[in-house]
């Protein structure tokens, strides 16, 4: 299967704590992204990272890839109760995209 | 620059009954997307269109389904007959190229009793 699988599936920390989330794979890649879904709302994309970079930032997040073990990771610093949502990466194999089933983070006050 | 937009954003409808869906991808995309996601379960590609063509329907589960896409702009999703597992929400997304960011839209939530 080419499916991407996130773990945790689900994730409950306090605001402020930093929360990450993994995203494995199975095959090469192109690129892989990481949406978020707010409860009820599309998915909002948040970072694409490429197979030859290693890391990538955006605010308070923070992605790396690590192409030998086939894995990402989404690293999102200072929580807020605003982050909470499901995060799914998505994996670019050749034009389309592979979901994985998500993890639901959940950030509390 | 407006977004990727969907219609409905619900519809409840009985089973065997035909529905509609409409995505409006965002302008100057030629890349179209149907994605669908079942309760619970991982968000499933359902084809792609580039332009009016399809690229690739292979996520298309059965021929109760039909995408089109006349004229490159806006696409349509129809389901016919509905069936209890069709229930999910249905999202559509577009982009510039293949295999770059895609933009999604709000999705459409079906249910079918």
């Known amino acids: 299967s080419q499916q991407g699988e996130e773990d945790p599936q689900a994730l409950s920390i306090q605001e402020g704590e930093n929360a990450t989330m993994n995203c494995s794979y199975k095959?090469?890649?192109?690129?892989l992204q990481w949406y978020r879904q707010n409860s009820g709302r599309g998915l909002v994309h948040l970072i694409l990272?490429?197979?030859?970079?290693r890391e990538k930032h955006s605010g308070r997040l923070r992605v790396t890839l690590d192409t030998s073990k086939k894995s990402s990771s989404l690293l999102i610093t200072a929580s807020r109760a605003a982050d909470t949502a499901s995060y799914f990466c998505?994996?670019?194999?050749?034009?389309?995209?592979?979901f994985g089933p998500g993890t639901r983070l959940s950030v509390l006050p | 620059e407006a977004g990727v937009t969907q219609f409905p954003s619900h519809s409840v409808i009985e089973k065997g009954q035909t529905v509609t869906l409409r995505c409006d991808p965002i302008?100057?995309?030629?890349?179209l997307y149907w994605y669908r996601r079942v309760m619970g379960k991982e968000i499933k590609f359902l084809l792609h269109?580039?332009?009016?063509?399809?690229?690739?329907e292979s996520g298309m589960p059965n021929n109760r389904f039909l995408a089109e896409r006349t004229g490159g702009t806006y696409s349509t999703l129809k389901v016919q007959p509905a069936e209890l597992e069709d229930s999910g929400v249905y999202f559509c997304a577009s982009s510039h190229g293949a295999g770059v960011t895609q933009y999604f839209g709000p999705g459409t939530r079906l249910t079918v009793l």
């Open positions: 998505a994996i670019n194999y050749g034009q389309n995209f592979v």
């Open positions: 302008s100057g995309h030629d890349n």
């Open positions: 269109f580039v332009k009016e063509s399809k690229q690739d």
């Open positions: 095959t090469s890649i192109n690129n």
């Open positions: 990272i490429r197979s030859n970079e």
